[in-house]
């Protein structure tokens, strides 16, 4: 069967947020065969590894990441994805300029939850040259957003017969 819920999640290189995002998002439908997940870069290069620190992050939390390489948003990955979930305001931005034609498919990765000392709709940080900690704060804030993104995601969209 194939999944009724195509998630796609965007940063900018799609080699540290929307990796881990796409990863931890895995693991939480995990055993759901309605969900697929990927992940892409508005200013991605084809192909690459995504980010050590991403890897070990994901695989501490028990989730895969394995055979991953990043890739750049392209018209047919938007067009397949029911769902998605930019990783800041400024990605969504890029989206909506680029491809306004879906642009009713695009949300912020924390649209549906109050990230404590900033609100709903944080962006989700860059990590990039930040050290360890840094990406340890990105997991921490998708931990957050992911079952929200899933009740959401639930909660709107008809369930197959």
Do not use: W
């Not at 109050?114 to 050290?131: R, S, T």
């Not at 804030?141 to 959401?152: C, D, K, Q, R, T």
Request: hydrophobic share 40%.
């Amino acid at each position: 069967m194939t999944a009724t819920k195509r998630v796609l999640f965007i940063c900018t290189g799609n080699t540290c947020r929307s990796p881990m995002a796409e990863a931890l998002f895995r693991k939480a439908v995990e055993g759901r065969n309605d969900y697929s997940v990927r992940s892409a870069g508005v200013a991605a290069s084809k192909n690459c590894s995504c980010s050590r620190e991403t890897a070990e992050i994901v695989e501490k939390r028990n989730a895969s990441i394995e055979g991953f390489k990043s890739s750049p948003v392209a018209e047919t990955l938007l067009e397949e994805a029911t769902h998605v979930f930019t990783m800041t305001r400024g990605h969504m931005a890029v989206l909506e300029d680029l491809f306004p034609e879906f642009s009713d498919k695009y949300y912020l990765a924390c649209e549906f939850v109050d990230i404590p000392g900033q609100g709903l709709g944080a962006d989700v940080p860059d990590p990039i040259g930040m050290g360890r900690g840094a990406y340890e704060d990105v997991a921490k804030v998708l931990e957050m957003a992911i079952p929200a993104i899933v009740s959401y995601i639930d909660q709107t969209t008809p369930r197959e017969p």
